[in-house]
């Protein structure tokens, strides 16, 4: 765990604040979303570096693939969170969609598609679905 450079015992990340940012569900959107997301870890990175250059690029990965599901598939706007962890990022996505994700065969000829679900799968640590009232929350903590 990366302490922080004052001197005290406090973990490095609890010095950068999460972000909620909400989007329309707009395919512009998509665009918003990873930029919102490379801005939090650049924040990160400035007090903890990712313990590996691919960190953060699986994390704004799996953004993308989120923000991309929620577009498509989840009619009306979604909420991006993104947070610390002691030892990574958990990421949240809210949509309009109460339908749970599922994975799709992955058929090159038709354009591409359906290698997202596992590729969130296989890249977090943990993940989760929670459906609820207005939709769902899909959870994914990864590593930094």
Known sequence: ??????????????????????????PHDVTGARLAAEEFLDALAEVTPPSAPECWHDIVLIVTELASNAVRFA??????ALRPTFDGVHVTVHDTSAAPPAPRPFRPE???GGIGWYLIEALGTQVSVVPDGAGKEI????PW
């Open 1 to 26: 765990m990366a302490i922080d450079p004052r001197g005290d015992d406090t973990p490095a990340c609890a010095a950068v604040p999460g972000r909620t940012v909400r989007f329309a569900g707009e």
């Open 75 to 80: 009619p009306g706007p979604f909420e991006l």
């Open 110 to 112: 038709s354009g591409g």
């Open 139 to 142: 959870h994914v903590f990864l």
